[in-house]
């Protein structure tokens, strides 16, 4: 993994002055190795585990391709799913985003044309590493525009392996970001490109591309903001051009007609807080543009006038139109801003108001080590990249600056956003490195060549050998200083790093401005920064290896674990799965917590009452009430939903800490939001969640513990849990209205069924009878109370 | 003699027929009741003439409607290689294959239960021919006993129940006997197996078996309980099976086994020069009427499967499972020939529906 990077580092600061063919041909052949290393850097999953889709949400997108493939794209428009959110149901075509889906489906269809008979899982599985190959390139390109080639195929090569961004490509982590990531990156470059180009033919390109990112990823009102606010801070910064009108304009009004053509977006596009930014810069722009086409027709004196009597009109104009805004969003229900932008905004409102936002561990804010953990060296590198970037300051790289502070605040509200953050934090690092590499090997040139000069000069013979060999020196000590990067324990380069990364951005932040004046740094301080900065390089490769291989590539439904008798893997998810197919009825449905809606239904085909779309939250809640609920109240909140099985996931028995006990608060929670009758502290003993002998009567007598623990004392003969680390409270208990029908080897699973109800008794039945009137009006009562309220 | 060790019933009859009329007699007449004929899944007969056993050989055998029969019975009859004299003597060594012959009763049981099935035949040897000494006997896999039919000159020895001698049986005698016994044996049924052989021009046969299996047996009743079966398997879930053996050709490579929704990592393999042995654990172990699908996949090198003569080649393959006691109730077999192929001609050592169809593919692999 490490030799085509090292290949991809070495050229990088030598083609930004190689304008020459053979420059040409090195730099397409490091971005076909820079390509390859994207995809193949993305292959550990499946190597280290198996071809497979994996976790959550990737199933549902493939489980939509299969679809696709299977009935073709009209049916799928229309694609009425009644496997999931029983009894409601979901419209997919309208409610997905199609990009991914319909991008595999091409590749798919493509390749069988070609009568290479690939299934859907093949591509589906390899679609995010080819996607993410391609959006290096596109990063070569968007580097390209802003700092020329060598800080393009520097940020390409980073962007290659960046932990963040192969966290979410993984072969077989089928998901939109796959391909969004991509698209983000591209629809940046062609702005980028149209700015710097003027050309209508970029600016349509741009709103195709736009179009594409709509059509994959909601994630693309980062584009419908972040350009917008480039223009703002374009104009403010008097920076106006007819380059940047052409730039903007059509990419708001052809953008958004596209956008409204994606199902799921529609009038959305024009009727959400999310998109009135962009109307407003565009309102602006032509104020603007209004302004400096006035400023070339009249006189310095009539200007004035015209202008006040502009800005008068014009801020006129925008008031009654913000006031429309205002008024059209007010009366909306919502504010117009949906639950995840607004928690975007203001961290703390989901974890106030949307359990059920709050509840999912990628919408948590992230901690320091996970941007050491993605990000790695760049976090460092940044700053001198944005300094970088300021000398000198050109539309595009302050596009980069605005791009990156913007991610950087998104990914310290949302983990899932980091991945926003990893292009333009390598692009950064892309331009600082290269612009490093570029200083300290021109004063290196300059030093040795001077060298060369004076030495005949001064000292006949001595000198020249003297510089051949340091130059000798430099190039074969580079080698070395990779190799030993490489194998060098990670703790020392860490520690190493944190200093080096010091001296680098600082050398890096005098460097440029003497290289104004001078442009010559002594030349053993540039070869140990070199050095230095080499090392660093090797470093991050090695980390990201690191990350690629043991971090991100498991696909979490299989997991294994290393013993002394060697690999250890745990299957149990599938094997639910494939027994629920196979023998229970097509038509059963089956409750379990939303985590396993999706995998549910894909890998299993059997109804499921909530998924991992969780656009309804009653729903949710009722089955977060029901697995709160006591017995008997569970089984009729399930007997009303058509229940017949009930999932849930165990790991008490082998330590498996992501199961349904550990998520279980979150269900009492989001339950609670809706049926005021759950309360969490019936549940919580002293404020703390625990399900041993401490634990209150509510807790140890809902369903959700009662279908985990059950008999689950007989294994050990104390029931201890081995997630939460003690002896569980109720040991021994019967259940009365579900029996267990499987446990998977390791018990992650336990598969339940309800019982039928019970016959009445003669008996009893009579005694109703005879008291027929007073009986009926109390059964009627009775039916009419909402079983869960 | 009945074999009842697993869930195929294996019949083996061994005759001494002789001509007792005068006419030559060319053809030997075998009778089953209709209930057991719709079960039966092979029969073969094999005949030596003469005193002495020697070489036996393989008589075809047809199925005729002889006229002044009782219509309860379906008659199979083997022709001879040459017609048998007046007063000579034939062994007659009739092997027959019955599927589906055990009836589990009762039919559900719960987990801890063993399962209990039910062999329904005759003790004298249904024939149209008058018998002179016949005997019956039949082994059982062992266990528990729970009942049969008792009748005078009858045994229990160990796991052996005998029948008879009984002497000068007129034709078409018919004497029920039923036996009800423990068979914890895999009852594995593959209600459908859809076997691929794909050739390719590349020295390689590509066999690919996907199957849908299913346990026969009783049906489970009540609860699965994971504890009980790990804690004490072969008390509780004795009736169930975990792993299936495939005997597959020497020298195969590549094997895989997996699912629809991927790979299954339970499974075995050794191999030495003779044979390859997979054992194959399904994802769950299967109780009674519990299913499952999985495919399983290999290569087989091409020279050992292929030969060519008078510029023609030649495939000669298994046609059925390399599963042991398995059971198929329908078996596809699509051989996907290189492209180019021409003038297909099938052999099947039995009647098969055949179609051809064309599918382009382009064959990447070694």
């Not at chain 1, 019936?682 to 809902?702: F, S």
């Amino acid at each position: 993994m490490a030799e085509p990077v090292a290949n991809a580092a070495a050229p990088a600061p030598a083609p930004g002055r190689l304008r020459n063919a053979f420059g040409g041909v090195l730099c397409a052949f490091t971005l076909i190795l820079i390509g390859v290393l994207a995809f193949s850097i993305r292959l550990f999953s499946v190597i280290k585990y198996e071809s497979v889709i994996h976790e959550f949400d990737p199933y549902f997108n493939f489980r939509v391709t299969q679809f696709l493939s299977k009935n073709g794209i009209y049916e799928f428009w229309n694609w009425f799913d009644d496997r999931t959110w029983y009894p409601l149901g979901r419209v997919i075509g309208g409610t997905v985003y199609p990009g991914l889906t319909l991008t595999a489906g091409s590749i798919w269809w493509f390749v069988n044309a070609l009568n290479i008979p690939l299934s859907v899982e093949t591509v589906c599985v390899f679609t995010a590493p080819i996607f993410s190959a391609i959006a290096s390139w596109a990063t070569y390109l968007l580097t390209k525009e802003a700092k020329g080639t060598g800080a393009g195929l520097m940020a390409a090569a980073i962007l290659a392996m960046v932990p963040s961004y192969i966290s979410r490509s993984v072969a077989g982590s089928y998901d939109n970001e796959a391909v969004a990531i991509f698209a983000l990156v591209f629809t940046f470059y062609l702005y980028v490109k149209t700015l710097n180009t003027g050309s209508l033919f970029y600016a349509t390109l741009n709103a195709l591309s736009y179009f594409y990112m709509v059509c994959s990823w909601g994630g693309y009102t980062f584009i419908i903001n972040l350009i917008p606010m480039h223009v703002l801070l374009c104009i403010v910064t008097g920076r106006y051009s007819s380059r940047l009108y052409i730039a903007y304009a059509p990419l708001v009004i052809l953008g958004t007609l596209l956008a409204a053509l994606v199902p799921v977006v529609g009038f959305n596009a024009v009727l959400t807080s999310e998109h009135f930014a962009s109307f407003l810069v565009f309102i602006i722009l032509h104020v603007v543009a209004f302004v400096y086409y006035i400023k070339g027709l009249l006189t310095p004196r009539l200007f004035k006038m015209a202008m006040t009597l502009v800005i008068t009109v014009g801020l006129a104009v925008c008031f009654a139109v913000v006031a429309i805004l205002v008024a059209l969003v007010a009366s909306s229900p919502t504010k117009g801003w949906s639950g995840r932008s607004l928690s975007l905004l203001d961290p703390t409102y989901a974890s106030k108001y949307i359990p059920i936002i709050a509840s999912v561990s990628e919408h948590q804010p992230p901690t320091w080590p996970s941007y050491f953990m993605d990000i790695n060296v760049l976090a460092f590198l940044v700053p001198a990249g944005i300094i970088s970037c300021f000398l000198p300051l050109s539309d595009a790289s302050s596009f980069m600056v605005l791009y990156l502070v913007t991610a950087v605040y998104f990914s310290g509200v949302m983990v899932r956003l980091m991945l926003v953050l990893a292009p333009a934090a390598c692009i950064l690092s892309g331009i600082a490195l290269s612009s490093a590499f570029d200083v300290l090997t021109r004063s290196m040139k300059f030093q040795l060549s001077k060298l060369f000069d004076d030495g005949p000069a001064i000292s006949g013979n001595g000198s020249p050998n003297g510089s051949s060999a340091s130059t000798v020196n430099t190039s074969s000590s580079k080698n070395e200083k990779t190799e030993k990067s490489e194998a060098a324990p990670k703790e020392k380069q860490s520690k190493k790093n944190r200093r080096k990364d010091k001296e680098v951005t600082e050398s890096v932040s005098v460097k440029p401005k003497k290289e104004k004046r001078l442009s010559v740094l002594p030349l053993e301080a540039s070869i140990v920064s070199t050095l230095l900065l080499i090392a660093l390089g090797g470093f991050y490769v090695v980390h990201c290896v690191w990350a690629a291989a043991e971090a991100y590539s498991a696909p979490s439904i299989v997991l294994t674990s290393r013993s002394r008798e060697g690999l250890h893997v745990f299957d149990d998810f599938r094997e639910a799965y494939a027994w629920l197919s196979h023998n229970t009825d097509v038509d059963d449905k089956v409750a379990s917590w939303w985590d396993y809606g999706y995998q549910t239904t894909a890998m299993a085909n059997r109804t499921v009452i909530v998924d991992n779309n969780t656009w309804n939250n009653t729903h949710i809640a009722t089955v977060g009430t029901a697995m709160s609920s006591p017995e008997k109240a569970a089984w009729e909140i399930f007997d009303s939903l058509d229940v017949k099985y009930v999932l849930v996931v165990f790991g008490g028995l082998v330590g498996y800490p992501s199961d349904d006990i550990n998520k279980f608060l979150w269900m009492v929670r989001i339950g609670g939001g809706e049926f005021p009758h759950i309360k969490e502290p019936d549940y919580l003993r002293d404020g703390q969640y625990r399900v041993d002998a401490q634990a209150t009567p509510t807790m140890l007598n809902c369903l959700m513990y009662k279908l985990c623990y059950y008999r689950f004392v007989e294994t050990d003969g104390k029931g201890f849990d081995r997630v939460r680390g003690y002896e569980i409270g109720k040991k021994h208990f019967k259940l009365t209205h579900f029996e267990e029908v499987f446990t998977t080897h390791h018990w992650m699973v336990r598969i339940y069924k309800l019982k039928p109800q019970k016959n009445r008794i003669r008996g009893k039945l009579k005694k109703l009878k005879s008291q027929s009137s007073k009986t009926s009006s109390t059964l009627a009562a009775g039916r009419k109370k909402n079983p869960w309220q | 003699q009945v074999d009842l060790t697993s869930h195929i019933v294996r019949v083996l009859t061994s005759l001494k027929v002789e001509n007792a009329g005068s006419e030559p007699v060319s053809k030997v007449l075998l009778a089953f009741p209709n209930i057991q004929a719709k079960n039966l899944a092979a029969i073969r007969a094999f005949g030596t003439e003469g005193k002495v056993k020697g070489l036996s050989s393989v008589l075809p055998i047809e199925v005729v409607e002889p006229s002044g029969v009782p219509p309860e019975l379906t008659f199979f009859s083997a022709s001879l290689h040459k017609p048998l004299q007046k007063g000579k003597i034939l062994h007659l060594d009739v092997l027959t294959v019955f599927t589906h012959f055990l009836q589990p009763f009762p039919e559900e049981i719960t987990q801890a239960d063993s399962q209990l099935v039910v062999f329904q035949d005759s003790s004298h040897y249904l024939s149209p021919y008058p018998v002179k000494v016949q005997t019956l006997s039949i082994r059982l896999p062992g266990g528990r006993v729970e009942s049969y039919t008792k009748y005078g000159n009858t045994k229990l020895v160990d796991s052996e129940l005998k029948y008879g001698p009984y002497e000068d049986v007129p034709p078409f005698s018919y004497n029920p006997i039923i036996v009800h016994f423990e068979n914890n044996n895999p009852f594995a049924v593959a209600k459908e197996l859809i076997r691929e052989i794909e050739i390719s021009h590349w020295g390689n046969v590509q066999i690919t078996e996907h199957y849908n299996i299913v346990h026969g047996g009783a049906r489970l009743k009540g609860e699965f309980s994971r504890l009980d079966y790990q804690s004490r398997p072969y008390a509780r879930g004795v009736s169930s099976f975990r792993h299936l053996i495939a005997r597959l050709p020497a020298r195969a490579h590549s094997i895989y086994y997996r699912d629809e929704i991927g790979n299954i990592s339970t499974s075995h393999l050794w191999s030495d020069s003779k044979k390859t042995q997979l054992e194959i654990e399904p994802r769950f172990p299967l109780f009674g009427g519990w299913q499952t699908t999985f495919t399983i996949g290999y290569g087989l090198p091409l020279q050992d499967f292929v030969f060519s003569a008078d510029g023609k080649r030649f495939l000669n393959i298994t046609f059925g499972s390399p599963m042991e006691e398995i059971l198929i109730e329908k078996l596809i077999v699509k051989v996907v020939l290189p492209e180019g192929s021409k003038d297909i001609d099938v052999s099947a050592p039995f009647p098969t529906n055949q179609w051809q169809e064309v599918v382009p593919h382009w064959t990447i692999d070694n």
